[in-house]
């Protein structure tokens, strides 16, 4: 495990500054030349047990874009955890590179033999740019994965879960927006189409949504157009631009943002993707001043990793993890019932029950 010159230089912060900052226990960088394995291991908060979150393989434009996403993501998964009652800390990893072009069995084997380095503190999963077959690869050189094939006795591809779990929380904030639940007519605008996002455009063209969909692989809207009736393209900019009734951000985090918000014309924004506000406080603030309900994303994206959960205690069990996710509807409605009767950004509503629980572990853990 190495870490390279330019990474440290491409900061205008240190390093121990962002992790002071956001309050991580422990990043590892991982680099091998033969293979080109680049991969950077954020462990945000091991309080409720060890830190559980995916790997990402994205091409990022610089190292210091991957470490950024890195922090935020692990920093998520530590509130994601707690708030679904998980008995699991915050943890994420990342691989630097296009995974159409540079994932090799080699890589991901050297990966997998880095995390079982790290004695079990760091558990990970699928996530974007993954697929359970990579998984299945890590799994040859560490233990300490899940989101394995349910053949092979692992709880499956985590992304119907997560899903499910956008799927009903989207109902649950309809329900606040609409004074009912049903999305049937309205019109969602979903931002990436992915193995989640796809799930989710399954869900609302069942019901009856009217959905919009846009992307940066032309195959992916070729393929989901055509796989379901009265889906519409639209183009990666235009999206923000479109009179919907919800936003749904599926692909990479920060579309909510200074440009975008005055853009945005949905009355919910709900989705699957992480971090979706560029600055949680800000821009989650924006929202409710602008009477836009924001679903947050590590409450209603909590799917997958509640199914994975059951893996890690070692007895998969679906049903059980099906009506977990399905109750993410009732933990919604809590946080927006909430952040409207006080006013209160619903992403910070969210973060204090997270932290609450957290506090409150620790000092049951400190008592001898």
């Known amino acids: 495990m190495t870490t390279t010159v330019e990474v440290f230089e491409t900061q205008t912060i240190s390093i121990f500054d962002q992790l002071d900052e ?59 955890n707690s708030v679904a009652g998980l008995n699991l800390g915050g943890g994420k990893a990342v691989i630097i590179g296009d995974a159409r072009k540079h994932k090799t069995e080699a890589l991901l084997r050297l990966f997998g033999r880095f995390i079982n380095n790290l004695g ?61 639940d049903s999305l049937a007519g309205k019109k969602v605008a979903v931002q990436g189409v992915g193995h989640v996002g796809e799930y989710l455009v399954a869900h609302l063209v069942k019901e009856g949504a009217k959905v919009y969909i846009s992307d940066i692989y032309e195959d992916r809207l070729k393929a989901v157009a055509q796989k379901y009736n009265g889906v519409e393209i639209v183009g990666t900019d235009a999206i923000y631009d479109l ?21 945005l014309k949905a009355q919910i924004i709900a989705g699957c993707a992480n ?47 099906t009506s977990q996710v399905e109750g993410l509807y009732d933990r919604t409605l809590q946080v927006l019932d909430i952040s409207l009767k006080d006013g209160k950004n619903a992403q910070i509503v969210a973060m204090e029950i997270a932290l609450k629980r957290i506090k409150d572990m620790a000092r049951i853990k400190s008592i001898g």
């Open 22 to 80: 956001l309050g991580h226990e422990q990043v590892v960088f991982c680099n091998d030349h033969e293979t080109g394995l680049r991969a950077i291991v954020g462990i945000h908060n091991t309080v409720l047990g060890p830190a559980l979150g995916g790997t990402r393989m994205w091409s990022y434009k610089s190292e210091s874009d991957a470490l950024n996403d890195v922090l935020r993501l692990s920093r998520g998964m530590t509130f994601k």
């Open 120 to 180: 079990g503190k760091y558990i990970t999963a699928e996530d974007v740019g993954m697929s359970t077959k990579d998984i299945e690869m890590i799994a040859y050189e560490t233990n300490h994965v899940c989101g394995l094939p349910e053949s092979k006795g692992g709880s499956g591809d985590p992304s119907p879960f997560t899903a499910l779990g956008v799927y009903v929380s989207m109902k649950a904030a309809a329900k606040k927006a609409y004074g009912n």
């Open 243 to 263: 009179p919907v009734d919800i936003y749904s951000p599926c692909a990479l985090g920060a579309t909510v943002n200074d440009e975008t918000l005055p853009r």
């Open 275 to 321: 971090n979706q506000l560029k600055d949680e406080r800000k821009h989650g603030q924006i929202c409710l001043d602008k009477g836009i309900i924001y679903a947050p994303d590590f409450l209603i994206n909590a799917g997958g990793v509640i199914n994975i959960a059951t893996e890690v205690n070692g007895s998969y069990n679906r049903e059980w993890a």
